[in-house]
């Protein structure tokens, strides 16, 4: 009887183990985004992306989660949407992380529909810019490097109402420089790269909640079972598309073969 209890304890204790891993154990993807287009001044310049917070914790005031970002030495910070979780919403969980990072470079946000669906985006986006944090709105803003420059668009969540055709249309995509779109939504891929953008930032897919070897992600919203874009780089044409697995949870609250991730891109000028 003792033997059979003692089995279980060990059973219990592995399983929980296993969870926990799958659900903390903050890991970094580095991939190259190499371009004729991207200008020399960029080669080498390295971005962050954060995806997909929903209010999880890596450490006492995100500390975990901020010391992996530091190592990394980005010369930008991209927050793709859905800082918060509208389910269990507690914005001074994820404005801490965001008070540590605005002081290692700058920070750029665009909300998700996890903002949205709180009917408190507005405060939401002052709560960001008063700490230092460049919320784009749909608009397009000029990044320059020793004289050239790269553009760096954000939209919104279409559960604003508007679709992303529109949202770009409005943003003022320059044609003649190397374009970075930060979206939400990553099943919106043939709109960003119908609208000419060279890279998208994306989450929302949570990396398909559970991966399997071979296979990938088993389901994400908006797209479905066996979704398509999930994680990692996806190329169409000109077109790029990175995919971040995020680092919390939603409704479905545990990630399986599944780590929380921080996404690195670096910059190079293939010219």
Not at 103 to 130: C, S
Not at 150 to 156: D, K, N, P, Q, R
Not at 236 to 264: A, H, K, W, Y
């Amino acid at each position: 009887m003792f033997r059979k209890l003692l089995k279980i304890i060990i059973v219990v204790a592995c399983l929980i183990g296993f969870l926990y891993v799958n659900n903390h154990w903050l890991t970094v993807s580095h991939h190259t985004l190499a371009s004729p287009e991207i200008p020399s001044t960029f080669d080498g310049y390295r971005i962050v992306q954060i995806s997909d917070l929903h209010d999880a914790t890596f450490g006492e005031n995100q500390q975990r989660l901020v010391d992996k970002i530091k190592k990394e030495k980005p010369n930008m910070i991209v927050i793709t949407g859905d800082l918060i979780d509208s389910n269990r919403y507690d914005l001074p969980n994820s404005l801490a992380l965001i008070e540590k990072i605005v002081e290692l470079t700058d920070v750029y946000y665009v909300i998700g529909n996890h903002e949205v669906a709180t009917n408190d985006v507005e405060h939401i986006k002052e709560e960001l810019t008063t700490r230092g944090v460049r919320v784009l709105s749909n608009e397009t803003l000029n990044i320059t490097r020793d004289g050239m420059s790269i553009s760096l668009t954000g939209i919104e969540d279409p559960l604003t109402g508007a679709t992303a055709a529109q949202m770009i249309g409005a943003s003022n995509v320059p044609n003649d420089a190397f374009s970075i779109l930060l979206a939400h939504r990553p099943e919106d891929f043939q709109t960003y790269k119908n609208a000419g953008i060279d890279a998208t930032f994306s989450g929302h897919a949570h990396g398909g909640q559970f991966r399997l070897p071979f296979v990938g992600g088993l389901v994400a919203p908006g797209q479905g079972y066996f979704p398509t874009y999930t994680a990692g780089v996806h190329e169409e044409g000109q077109s790029t598309l990175i995919v971040s697995r995020g680092l919390g949870n939603s409704i479905i609250p545990i990630r399986l073969f599944n780590l929380p991730e921080i996404v690195v891109v670096t910059l190079k000028s293939s010219k």
